[in-house]
């Protein structure tokens, strides 16, 4: 099933903003700052695209990551910072992203 566009368009401003991919150490601030602008179920097939191009060690921390995020830990303020700044650089509008259907 292909994803909504609006999914597109952000997993697109993820690889801009990470086209090395996404380190370890921001999967937690990253799923968190998407946690305030998408559903649960939208997140999940983020990090489900995510992990198909990672390998499967990335795949399991992508996982723990939302898991982590799920069970309300606040995540560094300073690294939620870094992950936002990181995405501006890549065209993330910070504001919530324009659903098209």
């Known amino acids: 099933m292909a994803l909504p566009p609006f999914l597109c368009a952000i ?4 690889r801009a903003g990470y086209p090395e991919g996404v ?12 946690g ?22 990335s795949a399991e921390a ?14 560094n303020q300073v ?3 870094r992950v936002r700044a990181r995405l501006a650089a890549g065209g993330w509008p ?3 992203p324009e659903r098209i259907s």
């Open 11 to 14: 997993i697109e401003w993820l």
């Open 23 to 34: 380190p370890h150490v921001d999967y937690i601030p990253l799923f968190a700052l998407l």
């Open 36 to 57: 305030s602008h998408l559903t649960n179920d939208e997140i999940a097939e983020i990090a489900k695209d995510l992990a198909t191009e990672s390998d499967p060690a």
């Open 79 to 81: 690294d939620v910072a």
């Open 94 to 96: 910070l504001a919530n």
């Open 62 to 75: 992508i996982k723990h990551a939302i898991a982590t995020v799920a069970a309300d830990h606040e995540p």
